[in-house]
């Protein structure tokens, strides 16, 4: 009897129960459950899910009255709306309908390597592109799995059978870390649109293929699977970067799926950081706080180096006061800033984290203190940021720091600064693909409205300027 699943619990003797814990997170929605049913329908259809679509009161009501399982993966979908409706996440769990098949959360049953295949078809054919698109970011998939997940993905790693064919040796790894690196720069410089598609092309056709090879040894096969989770890190991040988050979502999830089964705790706080980096820009503010924790947690940051912990902690400011908890991120920002001391030349550093130092540092304080409400604050760490930049290696980064340093001047009033500041923010995006860089300008140009009535010329100049700029930057 201790193996039974919530579901079966319910059932004694052939006597069905109510299932209590569906009914009060129904409740607590105040929905009824036709306006449910109406939701639960639009959030399969947004995953090509027709049957789904189609459900009716009568369903919910049977699932709750005599707690009867759903089939299939009406279990995931429910629990999706249910999450999207309340602003956290709900798991099959709280519902009550677990079963070995549902007890993981939403997005981690698949196979890394079957995940990653699925993306690849994804990227070459519009119809399945447009379908991954259409499925949407999901706060339900923010729920990460239990402990036991990872340590099942480490073990499944090191016991992947060896396939026939060309060897994969220590040259090939070298190989597709400096590709990766050169993407990383790339992106660093030019914004997630350049390359994106050669990135996930290279991803989901050269390296896949390579995971699934045969390999020289353990090391050559862990330091693979990390490679191809910084890359699909990459390619979640230049998405999340052009504001196709429901794709990026994805890539994350894989690339966590792999730096799981190369046993690489540091790789895997890394990509939660982005994780919950993208949860706080979405407005998922609890969310942020838990994948920020989670990043933080046992050997993630233990064998992580001074300088990626720092980026950790630094982001983990931001949930915080994203979510309004104003202490602790002060507390947070402080341990950032003390790892980024510590860290020095000698460190082994990942080639993943050469982009975070000082001024990155700087520009997400500032970002933390303008969530607080500090401005005075919030505008000398987004100048100290500028200064400190090599603006030629990290154009994309530069550019939204001089645009939200432009608007915090505009919020307290300071509008002929805040027109110099964009002004050069404008200049800086020349040869920047970038949805944050573009949302930054639509972003200066509400600012700039109420400015321009009152007919003030370097605003109206700004406005041409950037119109003509969003113009170009949707061609």
Known sequence: MMNETPAERRQVRGVARRNDQLAAVIAETDLSYAQLAQAVGRVAAESGNHRLASVGRSHIAHWVADGSMPSGDAPTVLAETLSRRLGRVVTVDELGMSTPQTSTPLGWTADTLTTLADLGRGNVDIERRSVLRAAGYSVAALALPPDSWWEAKARQGTSRASRAGRLIGTGDLEAIRETVQMFTQIDQRRGGGHARSAVTQYLTTDVASMLRAAHASQDVRRGLFSTAGELAYLSGWMAFD??????????????????????????????????????????????????????????????????????????????????????????????????????????????????????????????????????????????????????????????????YLGAVQARQGAVEEACATWSTALEAMDGVQSGRTRQTVVDMRSALSPFRARRITAADELDRRAARYLASAAR
């Open 242 to 403: 052009a504001h196709d988050h429901a794709i990026a979502q994805k890539y994350f999830t894989v690339a966590t799926q792999l730096a799981a089964e190369a046993d690489d705790p540091p790789l895997q706080g890394h990509i939660l950081r982005a994780m919950a980096h993208q949860a706080v820009d979405l407005g998922h503010s609890r969310q942020a706080v838990r994948l920020a924790k989670a990043s933080l947690a046992g050997r993630r940051s233990v064998l992580a180096s001074s300088r990626e912990r720092a980026l950790f902690e630094v982001v983990h400011a931001r949930a915080l006061a994203a979510d309004h908890q104003g202490p602790a991120a002060a507390r947070a920002l402080v341990r950032a800033e003390s790892n980024l001391h510590a860290a020095t030349v000698g460190d082994n550093e990942p080639g993943r984290i050469f982009f975070f130092a000082e001024a990155s540092l700087a520009h997400e304080t500032a970002c933390t203190l303008r969530d607080l409400g500090d401005l005075d604050g919030a505008t000398d760490q987004f100048r100290r940021s500028v200064q400190l930049r090599e603006a030629a290696n990290f154009r994309r980064t530069h550019a939204v720091t001089l645009g």
